[in-house]
């Protein structure tokens, strides 16, 4: 029985790699434009891209080994943001989700996405959206 259990475990664990493999891959075919109506209002693009051609994306050039530290890191990340998101009211999520800080901390442009992405979008319009995320 433990057998059965530490199989699925680790099936289940696949499937969560795959799907989050799967959206980052999802993520660099969007444009900036795109990128910005998703982590701001959480609208998707209505007509969604073609999936990226094998060998485009820059995770496509990773070994397993390094693609599965950075899902961790991601998974970590993510449990982080939600334990600080305990007690926040919604305008600081919404804050969090502009900024990648919370209100209290200043805004620079070593903390502040959203003060780097104006900045280098002002520098150089047309950098790819991968860029900035």
């Known amino acids: 029985m433990a057998n059965l259990k530490s ?4 099936l289940e664990k696949e499937q969560q790699f795959r799907t ?15 990128l910005e ?5 959480w609208r998707f693009p209505e007509v969604l ?3 990226l051609p094998k060998g ?5 050039r990773l070994d397993r080994k390094t693609l599965l530290k ?8 993510t449990a982080r943001i939600m334990d600080e998101m305990k ?3 919604l305008d600081e999520r919404r804050f969090h989700m502009d900024h990648q800080h919370w209100p209290e901390q200043a805004c620079s ?10 900045m280098e979008m002002k520098e150089s319009p047309s950098a790819p959206a991968s860029k900035y995320f």
């Open 7 to 10: 199989r699925v475990e680790r």
């Open 20 to 34: 989050w493999l799967g959206f980052e891959r999802f993520l660099e075919s969007l444009t900036v434009e795109q």
């Open 37 to 41: 109506e998703l982590s701001l209002h």
């Open 49 to 51: 891209p073609e999936p």
């Open 56 to 60: 485009a994306s820059r995770l496509d």
């Open 70 to 77: 950075l899902w961790e890191e991601s998974e970590r990340d």
């Open 87 to 89: 007690g926040r009211s």
């Open 109 to 118: 442009t070593a903390n502040c996405r959203k003060r780097r992405l104006d």
